[in-house]
């Protein structure tokens, strides 16, 4: 199984960028999918999660408003939307795989980085 991120990379406070995270090896339709970071310094944290059929999500309470995140089961690819990028928006993001019943799946991570 293996969970692929991209779509990180530098930006300036206020851009948009859109990360993808591609998934081989497992099919994801089962799957919550979620998004964590880890800013330097910092424990890793949750940024957003979508339920297995796409019919909720949640979000920490700092990207709520700017970031959205979104799955396509047919492709078998969760992606996050961040707009309105802020420097503390800066980390490596993570996504993930989640099944109750199940084991979890991590991606190697995607460095962001926002300047002001």
């Known amino acids: 199984v293996q969970l692929q991120a991209s779509g990180g990379g530098s930006a300036q406070a206020g851009d948009s960028l859109r990360l993808s995270c591609e998934v081989t090896?497992?099919?994801?339709?089962?799957?919550?999918m979620g998004w964590f970071r880890r800013a330097p310094g910092k424990e890793r944290e949750f940024v957003a999660a979508?339920?297995?059929?796409?019919?909720?999500?949640y979000y920490t309470d700092s990207v709520k408003g700017r970031f959205t995140i979104s799955r396509d089961n047919a492709k078998n690819r969760v992606d996050l939307q961040m707009n309105s990028l802020k420097p503390e928006d800066t980390a490596v993001y993570y996504c993930?795989?989640?099944?109750?019943?199940?084991?979890?799946?991590w991606g190697q991570g995607t460095q962001v980085t926002v300047s002001s």
């Open positions: 993930m795989a989640f099944i109750a019943t199940g084991n979890d799946y």
């Open positions: 979508v339920t297995w059929s796409g019919g909720s999500t």
């Open positions: 090896g497992l099919r994801i339709g089962n799957y919550g």
